[in-house]
């Protein structure tokens, strides 16, 4: 499984636009990028997934480059209710036998400030 | 549709016990995975089930089992609890499709908290 690189934490303003890079350089071919949230004591959140170039929701936009060696989540105008600690995951079905086993890192903690 | 559910939400354990947490997974799903959460190691993979038959296990002591049932529920099992073991333990599900090339996405429940004495 590819393994990731975030930032420990960003900050950032109401309002503001978050972009939270991810580096994962060994990814491979039939790797997927996901990204989830997480709120103190609660279970991850999904956010977005995708596997190149742009991917929007009603939520984020995941920017993908060409040689897939980083992904970009972006949240428009964020609120104090968006802290929380984000996480990018890569990897794929195991080929085992379908089964999917998430390895997530050590994430993003995002703090919005008034 | 309704979420990951997951019972009990809190417990108290003391060491040497065991315990036994549910999870019900989103309807449909077939695919159930449990993980643990420390601040120290993190998010931690455990096991995944599928059919009721176990397809995945992370690396954790035997100590650590779970079943699938045949409605999807599942349960995991801690025997011989050590202070380590307090952590919150989350459950996902996944319709755990098989073709088509995009991996499932996996839906969290709200977790167990588990402190051992």
């Known amino acids: 499984l590819a393994k990731t690189t975030q930032p420990i934490s960003m900050d950032s303003y109401e309002g503001q636009e978050v972009n939270i890079t991810c580096s994962h350089n060994n990814i491979a071919t039939n790797d997927y990028i996901t990204w989830y949230q997480q709120f103190p004591s609660q279970g991850p959140r999904f956010i977005i997934q995708g596997y190149k170039t742009k991917v929007t929701n009603e939520v984020a936009s995941l920017f993908i480059p060409a040689d897939r060696k980083s992904s970009t989540l972006s949240l428009p105008r964020v609120s104090l209710s968006d802290t929380a600690v984000y996480y990018c995951l890569v990897g794929d079905i195991i080929s085992s036998g379908s089964a999917r086993q998430l390895t997530f890192g050590s994430g993003t903690q995002l703090t919005v400030l008034p | 549709k309704a979420g990951v559910t997951q019972t009990p939400r809190y417990l108290i354990k003391t060491r040497g016990q065991q315990v036994t947490l549910s999870c019900s997974p989103i309807?449909?799903?077939?695919?159930v995975s449990w993980y643990q959460q420390t601040p120290g190691q993190g998010l931690q993979f455990l096991f995944e089930y599928f059919s009721e038959t176990q397809r995945n296990k992370g690396n954790f002591p035997g100590r650590f089992s779970g079943r699938q049932f045949s409605n999807s529920r599942s349960e995991m099992n801690v025997s011989t609890l050590e202070l380590g073991d307090s952590a919150l333990y989350l459950c996902a599900s996944s319709l755990a499709r098989t073709s088509g090339g995009v991996p499932d996405t996996q839906y969290f429940g709200p977790g167990t908290r588990l402190t051992v004495l």
């Open positions: 309807s449909g799903h077939r695919s």
